[in-house]
């Protein structure tokens, strides 16, 4: 079987982390050859080039370049893959024509949010619309996304994000790594993290405004905020002076796993307005490395965080109900136990790469069957 993978990037994000890992996990199968398709020569991923496979760079020279549709036939004329599996809005109208003459089966993976605004004016929405007819199978990676999308369910199937739970053995030493952040070791602190892209989508605003109200009335208290994006410089701004040596903003950074596990404590804030999350990877390594989690409540995130069991859902911008939440676990060091142990369970009961595999490996034989 041979399959051509097709993406927009692999600048860091949720959709390229897992896009990665199912390329890491189909290793294991060697009845399964594939190249790969990436329209940007920016990448964040380096494990790509471990893999040892094609990595054809397929580059537009401006933002409609229709040349982009002749060099992908020329890729699949040549490889003759059996199964095309695009990974954006984008690559999947690119991808249309050329499996369509060549046929060639074409798997949609654009589907990884819970979108809000559901009308012609979301370009996601509208192009999911379009290329659901023309696609062979959906695969999206969470319910909530589907249906929101409007997936036709009999061709649509719904794959958690795959977590290779060996990136989490050999991890840098705490200590070295507080002293790095912090400028002292003191594992007496108690450590909240969130990490996630600076941009609109996120409720980094709550975050800090219920970090600099908590942080009045206990010194023991830090933030730890990872990511890069539009908003950071604002938001970093936003921080009053004295206390900016207690909300650390990291920036981007490859050592997520080693940070996360400084982690007391797993936050994601989503302005759900604007966004709906699907499976974010942030939470399930937040769960990996057993650390109850905070979250905005909707879309793919009702899936897995569940309330009391792992964590607490909290409604978006609602800043009372995050630091009453986030209060009861700093208080209570058994509850945090309990929930993060929990989480930890459902990390591997549900997101173990090996078995995420095995229903992408089934997902294409199906199909070609």
């Known amino acids: 079987?041979?399959?051509?993978?097709?993406?927009?990037?692999?600048?860091a994000g949720g959709k390229e982390r897992r896009f990665i890992e199912l390329?890491?996990?189909?290793?294991?199968?060697?009845?399964?050859?594939?190249?790969?398709?990436?329209?940007?020569?920016d990448i964040h991923y380096r494990e790509v080039f471990y893999l040892e496979?094609?990595?054809?760079?397929?580059?537009?020279?401006?933002?409609?370049?229709?040349?982009?549709?002749?060099?992908?036939?020329?890729?699949?004329?040549?490889?003759?893959?059996?199964?095309?599996?695009?990974?954006?809005?984008?690559?999947?109208?690119?991808?249309?024509?050329?499996c369509k003459l060549l046929h060639i089966k074409l798997i949609n993976g654009m589907v990884t949010d819970t979108p809000v605004q559901r009308n012609l004016f979301n370009k996601s929405?509208?192009?999911?619309?379009?290329?659901?007819?023309?696609?062979?199978?959906?695969?999206?990676?969470?319910n909530a996304g589907l249906t929101a999308y409007g997936a036709p369910s009999r061709k649509s199937v719904c794959?958690?994000?795959?977590?290779?739970?060996?990136?989490?053995?050999?991890?840098?030493?705490?200590?070295?790594?507080?002293?790095?952040?912090?400028?002292?070791?003191?594992?007496?602190?108690l450590i909240v993290g969130m990490v996630a892209a600076f941009e609109p989508?996120?409720?980094?605003?709550?975050?800090?405004?219920?970090?600099?109200?908590?942080?009045?009335?206990?010194?023991?208290?830090?933030?730890?905020?990872?990511?890069?994006?539009?908003?950071?410089?604002?938001?970093?701004?936003?921080?009053?002076?004295q206390y900016k040596d207690k909300i650390i903003f990291l920036g981007r950074r490859n050592d997520i796993e080693s940070i996360v596990n400084l982690f007391d404590i797993g936050v994601l804030l989503t302005n759900s307005?604007?966004?709906?999350?699907?499976?974010?990877?942030?939470?399930?390594?937040?769960?990996?490395?057993?650390?109850?989690?905070?979250?905005?409540?909707?879309?793919?995130?009702?899936?897995?965080?569940?309330?009391?069991e792992n964590g607490f859902l909290i409604n978006t911008k609602d800043s009372y109900e995050f630091i009453n939440n986030l209060q009861r676990l700093i208080i209570n060091k058994e509850l945090r136990n309990q929930l993060g142990s929990r989480a930890f369970e459902i990390a591997h009961e549900k997101f173990d790469l090996k078995k995420k595999t095995v229903e992408y490996v089934s997902s294409y034989q199906n199909l070609l069957e």
């Open 1 to 11: 079987m041979k399959i051509l993978f097709f993406i927009d990037s692999l600048m």
């Open 23 to 41: 390329l890491k996990g189909l290793r294991s199968f060697p009845s399964i050859e594939f190249e790969i398709v990436v329209m940007s020569e």
């Open 53 to 98: 496979k094609k990595i054809h760079f397929l580059i537009r020279k401006k933002k409609k370049d229709l040349s982009v549709f002749k060099k992908f036939y020329k890729i699949c004329k040549v490889y003759k893959p059996n199964i095309v599996h695009t990974w954006d809005d984008m690559t999947a109208i690119i991808s249309i024509p050329t």
């Open 125 to 142: 929405w509208l192009i999911a619309k379009l290329t659901f007819p023309f696609s062979d199978k959906i695969i999206g990676n969470s």
């Open 159 to 189: 794959i958690y994000n795959g977590l290779d739970f060996t990136r989490f053995e050999n991890l840098s030493d705490p200590n070295l790594l507080r002293k790095e952040i912090f400028g002292e070791i003191n594992d007496g602190n």
């Open 201 to 241: 989508r996120k409720d980094y605003k709550t975050l800090i405004n219920g970090a600099v109200s908590l942080l009045a009335s206990n010194v023991s208290l830090r933030f730890v905020l990872v990511g890069d994006g539009s908003d950071f410089i604002e938001l970093k701004k936003s921080v009053p002076e």
């Open 273 to 308: 307005k604007v966004h709906g999350e699907g499976i974010s990877n942030s939470i399930i390594e937040y769960m990996a490395l057993a650390k109850p989690v905070i979250a905005t409540h909707g879309g793919g995130t009702n899936e897995i965080v569940i309330e009391n």
